[in-house]
């Protein structure tokens, strides 16, 4: 009777354990879940977020799983106030062409697309869950549950819960940056005509996502304002150009008020003589300043000139000078004798910046203190990703100092670590270099065939594209969108970590931010790659800076005491 009861009672366990509804597993952002590779992860989500920042999470569903549907996902706080959630679904980019030794063929996980667009074989499925705190929010703890059903059947639910910080995080963020978009390229990627109102209404929709993700955008609708000329003075109807850009530059594209932080000054063709192109960039100037735009206008000159160009640079400045206004002229490129008078923003690659062992991957590397002992007063430095970061010609190269050389950069490949996509905001917030430029997010759409399918360009896997284009032709979609990537959800949380660091020095932790700083990125090749390390780091600058926050006057000037 004790065998027959035993084998009764294990038989009833083991149809119990069958009967169970499957688990979905909770993985870090900071982990790029890929086929064949184990994936540790929890049953539970806990986040923390403050006042006007975003943050997310991952959500592993079983094996084989090929359909999903979302619950709503309602997370309740403080006196019932509900926390804004969103989520995605990851899609894979198979890559062919590795971008370097750090990186791999195969699928790699990059757009975030509806729910309900129908997935990949063969690939993982995974859920990005974002969470948004507005500065309005209050402070505490959020609760709620993500209910999933797989392939028609009810897995159990993810209890997720999140605490919002007292501390309140700028709208507008805190680093000067200016990301390439062109309204040409995106009616490109969308089968439209780049003048059509939906090609405008998307270019619209894209900025807003830059801007929502803490970036400013040049470049955008690429037409300078028409501009006629009376008695040597510039008049120029900057209605259109109003019209795209006020919106960002006034803070009303989103609820939180966000700004652009730059904008460029668009040449004009019609501005034919030296006399008539200063009068057009004067009125530009006298426009921003009527407006009280506070973005950084600059004139970009040129992009990595040649020696053979850096006279049509020169001139180019002395036009700008010649208007008699406060515009800096912005050049990519090494540290040059011949730009001495010309660059008011110097932009460098990061590779320029730190000198490593073996071959360098930069004509003149100096560290940022003596660029700036180099440069006159005033000028100001930035940075700029390029391949000189993985490598131009793709793949790992044959000789092993060279390879090591491109290895480790902070990079905005999706074959690398998600850390070394996240790394630029804490590598700006150690060096204290004063932006960052990027010279376009959509460069596969007119570089590829499909950038659903290759974003492969300059030896990196989608080295300038940081969205893919949702068509109402490609299934899931119902109309014309922007689709984001996985690495534009890092590049912000990067830009967040900076906002952390900037934050606690204002509440006089600058000792201590700048030691966290250095564990996240001791260099621009040598980022931190462990995952628990650095969510240990980023917990303990939340720690410390609530603990700060709670005993400032910032504290009292919000109006809302944590709960």
């Known amino acids: 009777m004790g065998v027959g009861w035993s084998m009764g009672w294990m038989l009833t366990w083991l149809l119990a354990a069958a009967a169970e509804p499957p688990r979905a597993k909770v993985v870090s952002v900071l982990e790029k879940v890929r086929p064949g590779r184990k994936v540790k992860g929890k049953a539970e989500a806990r986040l923390s977020l403050a006042r006007n920042e975003c943050e997310g999470t991952q959500v592993v569903l079983p094996p084989g799983t090929s359909s ?54 063969g690939v993982p499925t995974v859920l990005y869950v974002e969470l948004c705190a507005p500065e309005s929010q209050a402070p505490g703890t959020y609760r709620g549950e993500l209910r999933l059903v797989a392939d028609g059947r009810e897995l159990v639910p993810v209890p997720v819960t ?83 850009l006020a919106p960002f530059l006034e803070g009303t594209a989103l609820p939180s008020g966000a700004r652009f932080t730059t904008a460029e000054l668009r040449n004009n063709p019609k501005a034919r003589t030296d006399a008539e192109k200063a009068a057009y960039y004067r009125a530009f100037a006298e426009h921003f ?19 053979e160009e850096m006279l049509l640079v020169q001139s180019q400045a002395r036009r700008v000078h010649a208007a008699g206004m406060d515009v800096p002229v912005l050049v990519t490129s090494p540290l040059d004798e011949a730009l001495r008078d010309s660059a008011g923003i110097l932009v460098p690659p990061l590779n320029c910046f730190f000198p490593r062992p073996g071959p360098q991957t930069c004509r003149h590397v100096i560290p940022l203190p003596a660029l700036r002992g180099k440069l006159g007063p005033g000028v100001k430095v930035w940075w700029y990703q390029s391949c000189n970061a993985h490598g131009c010609n793709g793949g790992p190269s044959e000789d092993a100092a060279v390879e090591k050389a491109y290895s480790g950069w902070a990079s905005y490949m999706v074959d690398h670590p998600a850390p070394l996509n996240r790394a630029m905001g804490p590598l700006a917030f150690l060096t204290g270099v004063d932006g960052e430029l990027y010279f376009d997010t959509i460069h596969a759409y007119v570089a590829s065939k499909s950038p659903w ?15 893919y284009p949702g068509t109402p032709a490609r299934p899931g979609f119902s109309h014309h969108q922007p689709v984001v990537s996985l690495r534009l959800k890092h590049i912000r949380d990067g830009l967040e970590d900076h906002e952390y660091l900037r934050l606690l020095v204002e509440l ?56």
């Open 68 to 121: 999903v549907k979302v619950r709503p996902l309602v997370l309740k706080g403080p006196n019932g106030q509900r926390l804004e959630t969103s989520v995605w679904r990851e899609a894979y980019l198979d890559v062919r062409t590795p971008s370097n030794s750090q990186g791999d063929t195969g699928p790699w996980p990059d757009p975030l697309v509806p729910v309900r667009a129908p997935p990949t074989p």
């Open 162 to 244: 999140a605490r919002v910080q007292p501390f309140i995080l700028p709208a507008t963020a805190s680093l000067p940056t200016s990301f390439g978009i062109s309204r040409y390229s995106i009616a490109r990627g969308h089968g439209l005509e780049p003048d059509s109102p939906k090609a405008r209404e998307l270019l619209q929709a894209y900025a807003r996502e830059l801007l929502a993700h803490r970036l400013s955008a040049h470049g955008m609708g690429m037409d300078a304002p028409p501009v006629r000329f009376e008695k040597g003075r510039a008049v120029v109807d900057f209605r259109a150009y109003d019209a795209e």
């Open 289 to 307: 300043r009527e407006k009280g735009w506070r973005a950084q206008l600059f004139f970009y000159a040129r992009d990595e000139p040649t020696p």
């Open 453 to 467: 399918e290759d974003v492969f360009v300059f030896g990196g896997n989608g080295d300038g594209t940081l969205f």
């Open 508 to 563: 006089g932790e600058q000792d201590f931010a700048r030691q966290a700083a250095r564990q996240l990125t001791r260099s621009g090749y040598e980022v931190e790659l462990n995952t628990r390390r650095w969510e240990r780091i980023r917990r303990e600058m939340t720690d410390r800076l609530r603990k700060r926050w709670e005993a400032s006057e910032y504290s009292k000037r919000s109006g809302v005491r944590p709960k």
